[in-house]
């Protein structure tokens, strides 16, 4: 059964550093893309970037370009989001999801996805 | 980027009614275009992709159409639990984009 697993709630304060993660079982994950997607309280998705465990190819939105680093452990079938340095408007809902490779085009879409872990930020 | 309008944003409808929502791309995206379905609380869950495939294990209620610019996704005969909020996804350029959302309330 292929499941992807988030690291759980986090509350931090504005400034601090976190990473946060997705870990995937029941597949190969170093053949499929991991995508993130925030959604702020009380609003829609927006996609933030997507990574390749098998090579860490990353594309990222260039709404979140600078703002997250995402990076990938294949080795423990691990993903990851991280910031260096958190703002009180990073508080949100964040999904991890799976997306199926294809050659010479981008991926496909989110076929499973994480249960979400919600990031709040407040002094 | 794509940019990716949904209309209505909030549909009110009964148990048993068909309903159609639009998704519409502000450039040609062939048919790289996903559906999915939100409940209060949950993940997304993909519902359609390529425009107008069921991904497994959803019900056949839900069918997709449409291509280039254009998009459809309806509901044949609404059930309780189908009342959420769904959005449409392109996924033929970086960076992959998300419509804002149609509710779909109970009347």
């Known amino acids: 059964e292929v499941q992807l697993v988030q690291s759980g709630a986090e509350v931090k304060k504005p400034g601090e550093s976190l990473k946060i993660s997705c870990k995937g079982s029941g597949y190969s994950f170093s053949t499929y893309w991991i995508g993130w997607v925030r959604q702020m309280p009380g609003k829609g998705l927006e996609w933030m970037g997507i990574?390749?465990?098998?090579?860490?190819?990353?594309r990222y939105s260039p709404s979140f370009q600078g703002q997250v680093t995402m990076s990938a452990d294949k080795s423990i079938n691990t993903a990851y989001l991280q910031w260096s340095s958190l703002k009180a408007s990073d508080t949100a809902m964040y999904y991890c999801a799976r997306h199926k490779q294809y050659l010479g085009r981008p991926p496909g879409h989110g076929d499973y996805w994480g249960q979400g872990t919600l990031v709040t930020v407040s002094s | 980027d794509i940019q990716l309008t949904q209309s209505p944003s909030f549909l009110s409808a009964s148990v048993g009614d068909r309903v159609t929502i639009t998704c519409r791309a502000s450039?040609?995206?062939?048919?790289?275009l996903a559906w999915y379905q939100q409940k209060p609380g949950k993940a997304p869950k993909p519902l359609i992709y390529?425009?107008?495939t069921l991904q497994s294990g959803v019900p056949s209620k839900f069918s997709g159409g449409g291509s280039g610019t254009e998009f459809t996704l309806t509901i044949s005969s609404l059930q309780p639990e189908d009342f959420a909020t769904y959005y449409c996804?392109?996924?033929?350029?970086?960076?992959?984009?998300f419509g804002p959302g149609t509710k779909v309330d109970i009347k």
């Open positions: 450039q040609g995206i062939s048919t790289f």
């Open positions: 390529a425009a107008s």
């Open positions: 990574i390749y465990p098998g090579d860490s190819d990353t």
């Open positions: 996804q392109q996924v033929n350029n970086y960076p992959f984009t």
